[in-house]
C-alpha cells in the first residue's frame, strides 16, 4: 500500500495555501451549509481552519452547537481510563512512559489487579472503560489486553471495553474482535512525516507507515468500530486536523464507514518529558476552533475529550460539539486504588469526581450517558453509520441515556446530583416525541426503581 496516496502532504498543503484568502462571505456560506448536516468537503474544512476573526469564530460555534443538539440532542457519553501498564520499549519524546525515562515507577498489572481496578472504577458509576497501555512485547502485547478485558466483563459490571494500543497485526486484531471490544482507538499522533520521524526516534512505533495501515488491518479482522485522532501540539494543527478528516474519509471510502470517533488530545507536561516546550502550541481559542471544524465537517462522528484539559475550557467544549468524555481520570497504572505521581503518563487538569463532573453537566442541561446498547445491539459500523445519518439514532440513544442516568442516579449518585439528575430526568422524558417509546420508557425507569439493571432499546 503506497500510504503516500492516503496521506499526501503536498496535496494538504496546496489546500492550506488556498484556503489563506478565503472572503469573509465565502467562510459565511460555507458554515450555512454545514447547517444539512451532511458535512463539508476538505476545501471548504481547510478554510474554516483559518477563520481568526472572532466574529466568524462564534457564528461557526453557534453552528457546531446546532449541530451537535439536532444529531446527538444534548447527551455527553461517560467513561474513564484504564491503565494496565506503563511499561513501554518506545521513545516518544513527550511521553513520560518513554523507555529512556529511567525515574518512572514500572509497573504491569496482573489480571487480579487489572480487575481490582475496574472495580475501583466501577463504583464511580462508570460502565464503559478505555483499556490504555504501552507497547512492551511480552508484557503488553494483545494476550495481556485480552485476558485483562475477559477479566474485567467477567468479574465486573462494567459493560463496553474499548481499547487504546499499540498498532497489531491482523491475527492479533481479530483476538481482539473475539473477545467482545467496544472502539480500537489508535492516534497518529501527526501526519506529518518529518515531525512524527522526529518525537519518534526508536522502538517499534517510529515505523509512520504501520501505524498508519493499523486501521486498515483492524478492519480486516472484523472490528469496524474505530476511533482517530493527533496530538495536538506536535505540529501545526491546520496540517494534522485536514489530515485526520482526509484519513477519516479514506476508511469511509473503503470500507463503507469512517471512524466512530476522533479525540483531541493536546500535549501535556509529562514526568520527565524529552520535550522542553510544545512544538506547536495550540491555544484555547484552537482548541474550540477545531472542535467545531470537526464537528461541521464529519457531523456524524462522535468527538471525545479526555481529563488533559481543564474544567472551565471542557465545560465550553462540551457546548460545541464534544459527545463523549473522561471522568475521575488517573493515567498510571494501578491509579485507582493508589496516588503514584512517578508513574503517570502526563499531568491531567481535570480533577473533578465522577459525581462533581456528572452534577456540572446536568446543571449546563447536558443528560449525561452511561449507555453501552449499541455495541451490544450490533449497532456497530455500517449499521451504526445508516441509523445515525437517518437520524433513527436518537431514538435508542435518548431513552437509553434515560436510563442509563437513572441507574447511576439510584446506585452512585450524592443527595444533591441526586435533586438535579431527578429533575432533568422529568424534563428529558417529556422530550422524547414517539408516544410508545416514551412509554415504555417510564415503565423501564419504574423497573428500575424496583431493583432490575441493564435495561436498554
Ligand atoms: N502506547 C500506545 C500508543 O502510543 O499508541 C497506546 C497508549 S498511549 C498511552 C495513548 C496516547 O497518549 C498516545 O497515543 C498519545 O497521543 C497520548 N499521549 C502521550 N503522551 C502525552 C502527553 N504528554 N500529553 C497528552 N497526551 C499524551
Ligand atoms: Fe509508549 Fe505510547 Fe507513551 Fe509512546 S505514547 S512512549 S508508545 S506509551
Redesign the pocket.
Known amino acids: 500500500m503506497d500510504t503516500h496516496k492516503i496521506i499526501n502532504e503536498s496535496y494538504i498543503n496546496k489546500l492550506l495555501e488556498k484556503s489563506k484568502s478565503t472572503s469573509k462571505e465565502d467562510i459565511l456560506n460555507i458554515i450555512e451549509k454545514s447547517r444539512d448536516c451532511f458535512g463539508l468537503n476538505f476545501e471548504e474544512a481547510a478554510c474554516l481552519l483559518q477563520i481568526q476573526e472572532d466574529e466568524l469564530l462564534d457564528i461557526m460555534f453557534e453552528t457546531a452547537k446546532y449541530i451537535k443538539e439536532k444529531i446527538y440532542g444534548n447527551r455527553i457519553v461517560v467513561f474513564a481510563p484504564l491503565y494496565t501498564s506503563n511499561e ?1 520499549r ?1 521513545n ?1 519524546l ?4 518513554r523507555a529512556a525515562n529511567r525515574d518512572l515507577n514500572r509497573r504491569t498489572l496482573n489480571v487480579t489487579e487489572v480487575v481490582r481496578e475496574a472495580k475501583a472504577i466501577e463504583v464511580q458509576g462508570h460502565k464503559r472503560i478505555l483499556l ?4 512492551d512485547k511480552g508484557k503488553t502485547d494483545v494476550d495481556h489486553i485480552v485476558d485483562s478485558v475477559k477479566a474485567i466483563y467477567d468479574g465486573t459490571d462494567i459493560r463496553r471495553i474499548n481499547v ?3 498498532p497489531m497485526n491482523i491475527e492479533d486484531f481479530k483476538k481482539l474482535k473475539n473477545i467482545g471490544i467496544g472502539t480500537y482507538q ?2 497518529q ?1 501527526t501526519y506529518h512525516r518529518e515531525t512524527y520521524r522526529v518525537m519518534h526516534p526508536s522502538g517499534l ?1 517510529s515505523d509512520y507507515d504501520w501505524r498508519l495501515t493499523a486501521l486498515d488491518r483492524a478492519f480486516e479482522a472484523g472490528i469496524d468500530d474505530l476511533g482517530i485522532g493527533v ?1 495536538l501540539g506536535l505540529y501545526d494543527y491546520k496540517f494534522d486536523v485536514l489530515a485526520t478528516l482526509i484519513h477519516s474519509d479514506y476508511l469511509d471510502n473503503k470500507y463503507s464507514v469512517g471512524p466512530h470517533t476522533i479525540s483531541i ?4 507536561p ?1 514526568h520527565n ?1 524529552a520535550l522542553g516546550e510544545v512544538p506547536c502550541p495550540v491555544s484555547d481559542k484552537d482548541l474550540k476552533k477545531i472542535v467545531a471544524v470537526y464537528r461541521l465537517t464529519v457531523p456524524y462522528t462522535g468527538i471525545i475529550l479526555s481529563t ?1 484539559e481543564n474544567s472551565k475550557l471542557r465545560d465550553e467544549l462540551l457546548e460545541l460539539g464534544v459527545s463523549q468524555i473522561s471522568a475521575g481520570s488517573k493515567t498510571n497504572p494501578g491509579g485507582y486504588e493508589e496516588e503514584d505521581r512517578e508513574a503517570t ?2 499531568e491531567t487538569s481535570d480533577e473533578r469526581s465522577v459525581d462533581q463532573m456528572i452534577r456540572v453537566v446536568t446543571k449546563q442541561g447536558h443528560l449525561p450517558s452511561f449507555c453501552t446498547a449499541c455495541y451490544r445491539a450490533k449497532r456497530t459500523g455500517e449499521a451504526f453509520m445508516e441509523l445515525a445519518k437517518d437520524a433513527h439514532i436518537h431514538e435508542f440513544c435518548h431513552p437509553n441515556a434515560i436510563l442509563t442516568f437513572k441507574e447511576y442516579l439510584l446506585d452512585y449518585a450524592s443527595e444533591q446530583t441526586k435533586r438535579d439528575g431527578e429533575a432533568l430526568l422529568d424534563r428529558e422524558l417529556n422530550r422524547i416525541v414517539d408516544r410508545k417509546i416514551k412509554e415504555e420508557t417510564v415503565k423501564r425507569l419504574k423497573r428500575l426503581e424496583k431493583g432490575e439493571r441493564d435495561l436498554y432499546f
Open positions: 513501554c518506545n516518544c513527550y511521553c513520560g512512559f490504555v497501555c504501552g507497547e487504546n494500543a499499540a489508535i492516534f499522533e512505533k496530538l488530545p493536546r500535549l501535556r509529562a518529558s488533559r503518563q502526563f
